[in-house]
């Protein structure tokens, strides 16, 4: 028996079901020190939840700016810090928005500032060690 999508909302971004508990999660998991996700929600849901709109990627545009911002505020603050042990996880979410989304789209969530560039060659520079 195939699952019928309700449209009768109109907008495309009700049809991400999940969408408040991925934004709610991706708060949690991105605050400093991070605290417990609702549910015991963890990253690997996260992507998981992503990875389950590769079909229909264009669900997620109403809320991906709250979902990157987080990710990429998180980048940001830990790469100044310059300990950054999840720092795998948060790029790891970031390259599975890129694939299911495409680079295109999500790139207009990140930050654009000349400031962002020494730290992010930083960081390039002792990843590759």
């Known amino acids: 028996h195939a699952q019928q999508v309700d449209n009768t909302h109109g ?4 049809l991400f079901r999940e969408a ?3 934004t709610q999660t991706v708060a949690a998991l991105t605050a400093a020190p991070p605290v417990p996700a609702p549910g015991g929600r963890s990253w690997e849901w996260v992507v998981e939840t ?3 709109y590769q079909e229909q990627p264009v669900l997620l545009d109403p809320h991906l700016e ?3 911002g987080p990710l990429m505020r998180a980048v940001r603050a830990r790469t100044e810090l310059g300990d950054a042990p999840e720092m795998r996880e948060l790029m790891y979410v970031v390259y ?3 694939k299911v989304r495409g680079y295109k789209t ?4 990140f930050p654009h500032q000349v ?3 020494e730290p992010a ?3 390039l520079e002792t990843a590759a060690v």
């Open 11 to 14: 907008a495309a971004g009700s």
């Open 20 to 22: 408040e508990e991925v």
């Open 50 to 52: 992503v990875i389950a």
């Open 66 to 68: 709250d979902i990157v």
């Open 96 to 98: 599975i928005l890129c």
């Open 106 to 109: 999500i790139v207009r969530f």
């Open 115 to 117: 400031a962002d560039l």
């Open 121 to 123: 060659v930083a960081l």
